[in-house]
């Protein structure tokens, strides 16, 4: 069984950093794609950022410069590195992972005071 486990958030204060991991547990033939997702409160879940299987990366225009997607094959881990962050970022993030099924972790909350 795939298992997606975030880690990583928390309180920071705005122009803070915050990095996130997301660990998969149990076997898959091959990952199209993963990806970060993030939901505030009252809004929609939207893409932050994804990595495909050739390691091509993609950002939301809103965290673009800011936000940096990587991934640690032998660890089976993903990052999500968050740097000057601003209270807009508050959310919960889940993390994404796309194959013959598509996945997702529980979240991790993310909180950006001003």
């Known amino acids: 069984q795939v298992q997606l486990v975030e880690s990583g958030g928390g309180l920071v204060q705005a122009g803070g950093s915050l990095r996130l991991s997301c660990t998969v547990s149990?076997?898959?033939?091959?990952?199209?794609?993963m990806g970060w997702y993030r939901q505030a409160p009252g809004k929609q879940r939207e893409l932050v950022a994804i990595?495909?299987?050739?390691?091509?990366?993609n950002y939301a225009g809103s965290v673009k410069g800011r936000f940096t997607i990587s991934r640690d094959n032998a660890k089976n881990t993903m990052y999500l590195q968050m740097n000057s962050l601003k209270p807009e970022d508050t959310a919960v993030y889940y993390c994404n992972l796309d194959a013959i099924m598509t996945y997702w972790g529980h979240g991790t909350q993310v909180t950006v005071s001003s």
């Open positions: 149990g076997s898959i033939f091959f990952i199209k794609s």
């Open positions: 990595i495909t299987s050739d390691g091509s990366t």
